[in-house]
């Protein structure tokens, strides 16, 4: 019944995994952290705990639902324009579209399974808001395997897809993870500029995604050349992936309706972008979180000539 009432929703795919105790993640975090590759994201290193078993986190879970919604979309912008990552795109900020959708599904859940199903004094609705592992979990929810490049790959989907979570407080039938497929390929490790994935490990401190958003201060000089002119977010390793090159298909997602300026802004129209403008076009987009001040500081050091 779960699976099915997400996919009516429209959910692209849905999975439910055991929860338990991630022990291999815990040990794989602990030393990620202690080799400070978190950069300025001192939050990943708080709710340890939590983050690494969900039943620390929401008292009583016993299954994690996870679904999976494509974002690839449809046009793309100007060659000569500052890049936006894809997963900004839309109008409306995908975490109101995916909370949204998810409180629909938990609440055909509750009609079928009873209220007793969610833990109602903690949250147990998630997307990208709180420590909880949303790939892994994706992952042992057999909607995919993490890719070299650390984000999850659909095998019908590929890797352009929002993860949410619902954690329940009840037994149910479980999915099966499947195998991994990259196999030998190494293109998304090729593919980064700064060379941010090595030795099986992303180091957000030479992440684009993480330099344009996370980093609260101006991007190190170093980086200033290899910013392969993206000005928020990164979709360099993920373009590289043979997964998306076969499988990632514009999404059908009404809800995920695109800023249409994004595909007729050149660079002159992004340098000029008043904040005005700015709040305006961006009023409910996932492009605001950025903030105006940091997006037009990145502008301007991806046109910077070398």
């Not at 978190?38 to 879970?61: I, Q, W």
């Not at 980086?223 to 992936?241: K, R, T």
Request: charged share 25%.
């Amino acid at each position: 019944m779960i699976r099915e009432a997400a996919l009516s929703l429209g959910f692209d795919a849905c999975g439910i995994a055991k929860a338990d105790e991630l022990t291999e993640d815990a040990a794989f975090l602990r030393s990620w952290l202690e080799d400070e590759m978190h950069g300025e994201m001192s939050y990943l290193a708080r709710n340890f705990e939590k983050r690494t078993d969900p039943r620390v986190l929401v008292p009583g879970c016993k299954s994690i639902v996870v679904v999976l919604m494509n974002y690839y979309p449809l046009k793309k912008q100007l060659d000569s324009a500052p890049k936006i990552a894809k997963y900004a795109y839309s109008q409306v900020d995908y975490h109101t579209v995916l909370k949204a959708k998810l409180n629909e599904l938990e609440k055909q859940i509750c009609e079928v399974y009873g209220s007793e199903s969610v833990c109602s004094d903690y949250q147990h609705l998630f997307v990208d808001s709180a420590p909880v592992l949303e790939r892994r979990w994706a992952e042992r929810a057999g909607l995919g395997w993490i890719g070299k490049h650390k984000q999850l790959i659909h095998p019908d989907v590929g890797s352009y897809c929002f993860i949410g979570i619902l954690m329940l407080n009840i037994e149910t039938d479980y999915d099966s993870p499947i195998r991994p497929r990259c196999g030998s390929c190494t293109r998304c490790i090729d593919a980064c500029p700064t060379k941010a994935l090595t030795n099986g490990k992303l180091d957000a401190r030479r992440c684009i995604s993480y330099l344009t958003i996370e980093n609260k201060n101006e991007i190190p000089a170093e980086f200033h050349s290899q910013l392969s002119n993206c000005a928020l977010g990164c979709d360099i390793c993920a373009d590289a992936c043979p997964w998306n090159h076969k499988w990632a298909k514009p999404h059908l997602h009404p809800e995920l309706k695109a800023v249409e300026e994004l595909f007729s802004w050149d660079r002159e129209t992004w340098e000029s972008l008043s904040k005005e403008s700015f709040d305006q076009t961006f009023r409910h987009s996932a492009i605001k979180r950025a903030g105006y001040n940091k997006l037009k500081q990145n502008i301007k050091i991806t046109g910077k000539k070398d």
